[in-house]
């Protein structure tokens, strides 16, 4: 279970909505259900983003889907996260803050910055995905990387070299891109440049002064991530994202997970819960949520997969104590 890693929708979003557009896709016909992106800070584990990365090439029969897509990529799409990663006074800040930052948006993924001489090696690194796909998570984040330097220094600028793992038929794509030499191959996804970046005279950048604000809602996304060595929170977020799929069962969960239905209940059994205790858990929380943000009560239910509003309730009623009616005038109606 300590392999098990998220990547949040907001990271891989437009990518999906970009594809399913351009190439007039059939609803849920990427690998994974199109419900997952309407809300961008929903933990997707990274297995299932390994299936959509193998899905977007075959449908689109395109191997340069990745960077067709991203183009147009804007660091400060965010939201409250891109404030506070792209308010800092200069680069090597925030540099450092896209580093800590991609902790929020993926788990099991690293970015660090190393100087040799003068230049810099902007570096990524995801054991997690598979060797095939890599090719497609590194232009990804070499193209955000990117992006990143120009949002600071202008549009014009060029990285001194990218690394990229895989390799690419249509290497001069890459390299009208970035601007610069492409190396393939590698086993990380590096972004090189010239140190003098970093000094305040290079900056054509206007700092944004707004103070940061951020609501309770806000704060729960972000604070969501799985550690690795949490089992309750790994198997809550899984069954979480289940949902997507319909109401939660056994079958489903244990294979987001990689184990056996057997496997998983016993160990859900020496963590004293049951699957039932688990899911019911999870649908409430969700429903609490969905009830915040004015969703009726009955598009809830259908949403969560049930077939019965009194299901519904019944379930609401003894994880909350009251129902959903209830709970709403109790604690959302003036």
Request: hydrophobic share 35%; with cysteine; glycine share 4%.
């Given at each position: 279970?300590?392999?098990?890693?998220?990547?949040?929708?907001?990271?891989?979003?437009?990518?999906?909505?970009?594809?399913?557009?351009?190439?007039?896709?059939?609803?849920?016909?990427?690998?994974?259900?199109?419900?997952?992106?309407?809300?961008?800070?929903?933990?997707?584990?990274?297995?299932?983003?390994?299936?959509?990365?193998?899905?977007?090439?075959?449908?689109?029969?395109?191997?340069?889907?990745?960077?067709?897509?991203?183009?147009?990529?804007?660091?400060?799409?965010?939201?409250?996260?891109?404030?506070?990663?792209?308010?800092?006074?200069?680069?090597?800040?925030?540099?450092?803050?896209?580093?800590?930052?991609?902790?929020?948006?993926?788990?099991?993924?690293?970015?660090?910055?190393?100087?040799?001489?003068?230049?810099?090696?902007?570096?990524?690194?995801?054991?997690?995905?598979?060797?095939?796909?890599?090719?497609?998570?590194?232009?990804?984040?070499?193209?955000?990387?990117?992006?990143?330097?120009?949002?600071?220094?202008?549009?014009?600028?060029?990285?001194?070299?990218?690394?990229?793992?895989?390799?690419?038929?249509?290497?001069?794509?890459?390299?009208?891109?970035?601007?610069?030499?492409?190396?393939?191959?590698?086993?990380?996804?590096?972004?090189?440049?010239?140190?003098?970046?970093?000094?305040?005279?290079?900056?054509?950048?206007?700092?944004?002064?707004?103070?940061?604000?951020?609501?309770?809602?806000?704060?729960?996304?972000?604070?969501?991530?799985?550690?690795?060595?949490?089992?309750?929170?790994?198997?809550?977020?899984?069954?979480?994202?289940?949902?997507?799929?319909?109401?939660?069962?056994?079958?489903?969960?244990s294979s987001l997970l990689g184990m056996s239905?057997?496997?998983?209940?016993?160990?859900?059994?020496?963590?004293?819960?049951?699957?039932?205790?688990?899911?019911?858990?999870?649908?409430?929380?969700?429903?609490?949520?969905?009830?915040?943000?004015?969703?009726?009560?009955?598009?809830?239910?259908?949403?969560?997969?049930?077939?019965?509003?009194?299901?519904?309730?019944?379930?609401?009623?003894?994880?909350?104590?009251?129902?959903?009616?209830?709970?709403?005038?109790?604690?959302?109606?003036?």
């Amino acid at each position: 279970m300590q392999k098990i890693r998220f990547i949040r929708a907001l990271g891989v979003r437009d990518t999906h909505l970009y594809t399913k557009r351009r190439y007039q896709l059939e609803p849920n016909s990427l690998g994974v259900p199109d419900s997952i992106f309407e809300q961008p800070m929903t933990l997707i584990p990274l297995s299932e983003i390994n299936v959509w990365l193998n899905a977007l090439e075959q449908h689109t029969n395109n191997p340069d889907i990745i960077l067709d897509s991203t183009q147009s990529i804007n660091p400060n799409q965010f939201g409250s996260l891109s404030r506070w990663m792209m308010s800092s006074v200069d680069l090597a800040s925030t540099i450092r803050r896209v580093n800590y930052g991609l902790n929020v948006l993926q788990s099991g993924a690293f970015l660090s910055g190393s100087q040799s001489g003068n230049i810099i090696k902007w570096t990524y690194h995801n054991p997690f995905i598979e060797p095939h796909c890599k090719v497609h998570d590194g232009v990804r984040l070499a193209v955000f990387l990117t992006k990143v330097l120009r949002e600071y220094v202008g549009d014009s600028f060029s990285p001194m070299r990218i690394m990229l793992p895989g390799i690419r038929q249509n290497r001069e794509k890459y390299t009208q891109f970035f601007g610069c030499d492409v190396e393939w191959n590698h086993t990380n996804t590096e972004v090189w440049f010239h140190s003098d970046l970093r000094l305040t005279t290079r900056l054509t950048k206007t700092q944004d002064q707004r103070r940061l604000s951020l609501n309770f809602a806000d704060l729960d996304d972000l604070f969501n991530m799985p550690e690795p060595e949490d089992e309750i929170k790994t198997i809550y977020e899984i069954v979480n994202y289940s949902c997507h799929y319909g109401l939660p069962t056994v079958e489903r969960a244990s294979s987001l997970l990689g184990m056996s239905n057997q496997q998983f209940q016993r160990r859900l059994h020496s963590l004293g819960m049951s699957f039932t205790q688990v899911s019911a858990y999870v649908l409430s929380n969700a429903a609490v949520a969905l009830m915040a943000k004015a969703v009726p009560i009955e598009e809830i239910a259908r949403r969560l997969g049930y077939h019965s509003l009194a299901s519904f309730n019944r379930m609401f009623k003894k994880q909350r104590g009251v129902t959903p009616q209830q709970f709403l005038q109790r604690f959302y109606v003036p």
